[in-house]
């Protein structure tokens, strides 16, 4: 199977995780991309969806299911999104699409993250892809330089020959050579650099469940 044959297949599979009668968190990117189009085969049996990202926003709409503001949602009882990396215990890298912030808000009004994700996006440990990090952008180059300072390579993330600016206004950088050995420990110091938005490790708002797709088939690992 392609890449793209086991994203739909994880997309389809996440439905059975979807409550109907509630409201569903969604996440950005090319998997999720999958599940929402599988989503609206059933949009009639739900309310509709809070959304991680403008991009997401935009093709929830166009197949006809409502998107709420999240500040109206109290909380979901599941959040699906994609990953760029996934270790053996939930903890994720992602940001890949830029939209870590709004996927890390949703995430935590959520009582159950799903990771769709392809075989090759599980990790013994977290690192390899580059971090992406989300930053106001006066504090760009200091948050680059203590990233050197742990022995990592920060660049700003380009868009059209200009840095990135995500759905907040903000830039985005990207963080290559860095061992994540304790993705708690390290998501909790580098949240409280000054200047930094959202890091891009998803280790406190971990998955409890990755629908994994694999050449014999959707494999579920819980955390
Ligand atoms: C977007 C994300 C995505 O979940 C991550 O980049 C995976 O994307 P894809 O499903 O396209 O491989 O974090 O910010």
Redesign the pocket.
Known sequence: MTQDEL?ALVGQAALKYVVPGEIVGV???????KFIDALATMKDQIKGAVS??EASTVRLKALGIPVFDSNEVESLSVYI????EIDHQGH?????????TR?KIVAAQSKQFVC???ES?LVDALGAFPL?VEVIPMATARVMRQFAAMGGQAVVRQKDGQPLVTDNGQHIVDVKGLKITDPVAFETEVSQWPGVVTV?VFALQKAQVCLLGTAAGVKTLSY
């Not at 996440?27 to 991309?33: E, R």
């Not at 999104?81 to 760029?84: H, I």
């Not at 994720?92 to 870590?100: I, Q, R, T, Y």
């Open positions: 994203k996440g950005t990117g090319s998997t999720v991309n991680s990202s999104d994609g990953a760029d994720m890298v992602k940001g890949g699409g830029a939209a870590l996927e769709i994700a392809d996006k992406p891009g």
